[in-house]
T-cell receptor, first 113, second 111 residues
Framework: DAMVIQNPRYQVTQFGKPVTLSCSQT?????MYWYQQKSSQAPKLLFH???????NEADTPDNFQSRRPNTSFCFLDIRSPGLGDAAMYLC????????????FGAGTRLSVL | GQNIDQPTEMTATEGAIVQINCTYQ??????LFWYQQHAGEAPTFLSY????GLEEKGRFSSFLSRSKGYSYLLLKELQMKDSASYLC????????????FGTGTKLQVIP
């Protein structure tokens, strides 16, 4: 059974139209991450939550926001998607008791038209 | 900052052994992960090294030398399904344990 679930798997949006990607976990991990991965590149950390504490990477554009209403769910909001935001978005979780190994969801592939 | 280097691509023969190297320069090193990523899919965890030495797990082994800033992933008895990208990821200390990924090594297994 999938432990980190991302919906949808594929998302198509229009240039400038807000879009929300979702992630849920059944692992009860306290840390949740959002990564952006473009073709043949490393996953790039956008931000993470340590419990309710939000931590933004210095180079994450303001266009990207996140919400974590509870332990299980985390959302990535892209306020005004541009063509350069087309990528795979990966959600991951980790927990101290699990050696901080990051467990990834299957990802959401975002296309911007 | 962190700098992680891996070869971009490698090719190996089914049934053979392949070693994928990773070198890193970082401050606050606190361990290293190896992940496997098939095209279009999420990374899956393979191994975790925090102390020097070899960690063996079935056909996969991972080695770490902290003094040299060096790790390798060893894959034995290669199978066609091992064709994938292999990502080296360095863990650094901070308010939380930050993970920085290398760009990955794309391995092609040929018959």
């Amino acid at each position: 059974d999938a432990m980190v679930i991302q919906n949808p798997r594929y998302q198509v949006t229009q240039f400038g139209k807000p879009v929300t990607l979702s992630c849920s976990q059944t692992l009860n991990h306290n840390v949740m991450y959002w990564y952006q991965q473009k073709s043949s590149q490393a996953p790039k950390l956008l931000f993470h939550y340590y419990d309710k504490d939000f931590n933004n990477e210095a180079d994450t554009p303001d266009n990207f926001q996140s919400r974590r209403p509870n332990t299980s769910f985390c959302f990535l909001d892209i306020r005004s998607p541009g063509l350069g935001d087309a990528a795979m978005y990966l959600c991951a979780t980790s927990g101290i008791l699990a050696k901080n190994i990051q467990y990834f969801g299957a990802g959401t592939r975002l296309s911007v038209l | 900052g962190q700098n992680i280097d891996q070869p971009t691509e490698m090719t190996a023969t089914e049934g053979a052994i392949v070693q994928i190297n990773c070198t890193y320069q970082t401050s606050g090193f606190n361990g290293l992960f190896w992940y496997q990523q098939h095209a279009g899919e999420a990374p899956t965890f393979l191994s975790y090294n925090v102390l020097d030495g070899l960690e063996e797990k079935g056909r996969f082994s991972s080695f770490l030398s902290r003094s040299k800033g060096y790790s390798y992933l060893l894959l034995k008895e290669l199978q066609m399904k091992d064709s994938a990208s292999y990502l080296c990821a360095v863990i650094t200390r901070g308010g939380y344990q930050k993970v920085t990924f290398g760009t990955g090594t794309k391995l092609q297994v040929i018959p």
